[in-house]
Antibody, heavy 120, light 112 residues
Framework: QVTLKESGPALVKPTQTLTLTCTFS??????????VGWIRQPPGKALEWLAR???????FYSTSLKTRLTVSKDTSKNQVVLTMTNMDPVDTATYYC????????????WGQGTMVTVSS | DIVMTQTPLSLSVTPGQPASISCKSS???????????LYWYLQKPGQSPQLLIY???NRFSGVPDRFSGSGSGTDFTLKISRVEAEDVGVYYC?????????FGGGTKVEIK
């Protein structure tokens, strides 16, 4: 059974750096064709794709946020980490990680999401 | 970035009646590999999004056959043949022909 779960702080202050961890099971990020993405959703708003990391360590970022985002993986721990610098109240959102694979090209399994509030 | 535009913003449907959601992309989603990279998700209240349809018209595993997708190029439609109470939530279209992936603004479906 494939599962993913996001973890990280529920509250961060403006200008701080957010670090979120996606811990997954049921698949390996060293398997060819597999990748993990991050998507966020401000309260009451639509989904926004943030970043992706592939099995071969290729990384891709949102056009508007790429200067603030870094994604990395620890294959041995089955974890993917997303960092976002210089947090602002507009970054308040639920952050999801999700799995995808080449061939389907869409996220088939999502984590439950973690709510992050940016406030002083 | 490819812009995905969904209409309507919301839909109130009597159980057993059909529903239809439109999604338009700012660029063609037909790739040179002849696949069209358009997907539909449903986010039920309080839940994570779940994949319904991939590549325009293919139902994902476990998705009831009352859901169907159609379209080509830049114009796409999700249809629910007979809406049930469990279908309430927000529906999103998404494109993956080009990074960054982009989602539509969502269509909220509620039951009358």
């Amino acid at each position: 059974q494939v599962t993913l779960k996001e973890s990280g702080p529920a509250l961060v202050k403006p200008t701080q750096t957010l670090t979120l961890t996606c811990t997954f099971s049921g698949f390996s990020l060293s398997t060819s064709g597999i990748y993990v993405g991050w998507i966020r959703q401000p309260p009451g708003k639509a989904l926004e794709w943030l970043a992706r990391i592939d099995w071969d360590d290729d990384k891709f970022y949102s056009t508007s946020l790429k200067t603030r985002l870094t994604v990395s993986k620890d294959t041995s721990k089955n974890q993917v980490v997303l960092t976002m610098t210089n947090m602002d109240p507009v970054d308040t959102a639920t952050y999801y990680c999700a799995r995808a694979e080449l061939g389907l090209e869409a996220f088939d399994i999502w984590g439950q999401g973690t709510m992050v509030t940016v406030s002083s | 970035d490819i812009v995905m535009t969904q209409t309507p913003l919301s839909l109130s449907v009597t159980p057993g009646q059909p529903a239809s959601i439109s999604c338009k992309s700012s660029q063609s989603l037909l790739h040179r590999d002849e696949r069209t990279y358009l997907y539909w998700y449903l986010q039920k209240p309080g839940q994570s999004p779940q994949l319904l349809i991939y590549e325009v018209s293919n139902r994902f595993s476990g998705v009831p056959d009352r859901f169907s997708g159609s379209g080509s190029g830049t114009d796409f439609t999700l249809k629910i043949s007979r809406v049930e109470a469990e279908d309430v939530g927000v529906y999103y279209c998404m494109q993956s022909i080009q990074l960054p992936l982009t989602f539509g603004g969502g269509t909220k479906v509620e039951i009358k």
